[in-house]
């Protein structure tokens, strides 16, 4: 895997191995002044950083924590998901490709591009993050994908209104969920296609948008292009990508992605433990979390006043505090929230810490949020590994005067 942080050495084994004395491996990384780093991107070195590869086929690639000292995240630069990867371009060209809206709705709908355009636009601020992201820091590890904390990103999504195109197609009383299907297929046929749903309510939700556009640019297609569903708040695995069809339906979607993969527990569970169904709900909301975006795991730094950067994201609330520690969390202090606030985008940060005496030193972050949910230092293991909102923690080794 190939790996943001300085050889060796990973925010993953960090945490595994903090209690056994863990011998660090540091590499070098440039600190800008105080005075630089008072503006967003100040980290000259982001432009140049590549996604971090985890799975080539299909793509499964995240972001290096250094980008995120931007609000928004470049389009070359968000992280990557899929299971299956892109449709071929000839399934989603604008000429060929067609929304279906069918179930319980009075009047069935098949929709163009064009007949999209034709509805009121809007664009929304928010973050998307795989359900996953994090999944690396669970002890035991729990199976797939091994994100670590890149899986996540801040953009402008802009598209029409899922709740317009829904009430032109007309709800029946019965309707209660949404089922959503894109253009996406597995190589083998045996494997189930990715089908999922969603509640009515968030499908009518006035935020929830049918996005073509990203950052201002079209949709590209490794994020969902020509259109991908944006659930503001929720993790990824709603924000389908290549939607094709929409059906409104009494019940949750059937099937592997909706009725076993993507739930988690309702309760506390140990390690091997045989859950109930019963016990397991589907993932839906994001919970509070932020990360160190600068510096760097590994940096070297000069002493005297250094400006630690980050961002802070929730569900549907809003940051209201985050907290810096640099003495292994014995104490901590309040950091500055920067920038724009915007609802279901991500809050960045600030914290001018001025650094006593030399050697290793650990940076750790927490977020707190208007509901009182207050980032914990690790959190609870679940069989899929999602939801992962540890403490962020970053060590840097300080020179000597």
């Known amino acids: 895997m190939t790996s943001h942080e300085g050889p060796g050495i990973t925010r993953r084994s960090l945490l595994a191995g903090a209690a056994g004395g863990l011998a660090l491996a540091l590499t070098g990384g440039r600190l800008p002044s105080p005075a630089e780093a008072a503006e967003p991107g100040a980290d000259d070195q982001t432009a140049d950083q590549p996604l971090i590869t985890h799975v080539a086929r299909p793509l499964d690639a995240e972001t290096p924590c250094q980008v995120f000292t931007q609000y928004l995240t470049p ?12 449709p071929a371009l000839e399934s989603v060209a604008p000429s060929v490709w067609r929304l279906s809206v069918a179930g319980l709705v009075e009047r069935p709908l098949s929709l163009s591009l064009n007949d999209l355009s034709t509805f009121d636009e809007i664009t929304v601020t928010a973050v998307v993050q795989c359900s996953g992201n994090g999944r690396a820091f669970h002890s035991p590890k729990a199976p ?51 089908t999922r749903s969603i509640p009515l309510k968030k499908a009518l939700h006035p935020d929830t948008i049918l996005a073509m556009r990203m950052n201002g640019a079209p949709l590209p297609l490794l994020h969902g292009g020509p259109l991908r569903l944006i659930t503001p708040g929720w993790m990824a695995d709603s924000c389908v990508k290549w939607l094709t069809d929409l059906t409104l339906q009494e019940e949750e979607a059937g099937g592997y992605y909706m009725q076993t993969a993507y739930r988690y527990p309702s309760r506390p569970v140990k390690p091997g433990e045989v859950i109930a169904p019963q016990d397991l709900k589907p993932v839906e909301a994001m919970v509070v979390k932020s990360v160190i975006a600068f510096p760097q795991q590994g940096a070297i730094l000069s002493p005297g006043a250094i400006m630690v950067q980050g961002v802070a994201w929730t569900g549907e609330g809003r940051i209201v505090t985050v907290e810096v520690s640099t003495d292994d969390g014995k104490t901590w202090e309040q950091a500055r929230l920067v920038g724009d606030e915007a609802p279901y985008a991500w809050r960045q940060w600030r914290f001018l810490w001025r650094t006593r005496g030399s050697g290793r030193r650990a940076i750790l972050c927490r977020a707190t949020d208007d509901r009182g949910q207050v980032q914990p230092m690790a959190s609870p293991w679940n069989p899929g590994g999602f939801l992962w909102n540890g403490w962020d923690h970053v060590q840097v080794q300080v020179r000597e005067t």
């Open 144 to 194: 797939g994908v091994q994100w670590e904390q890149g899986a996540v990103g801040n953009a402008n999504w802009t598209g029409v209104r899922l709740r317009d195109v829904l009430q032109r197609a007309g709800l029946k009383a019965q309707a209660r969920h949404l089922q959503l299907q894109g253009a996406d297929r597995p190589v083998v046929a045996s494997v189930p296609l990715f």
């Open 75 to 86: 389009n070359d630069r968000f992280f990557v998901r899929s299971h299956f990867g892109p």
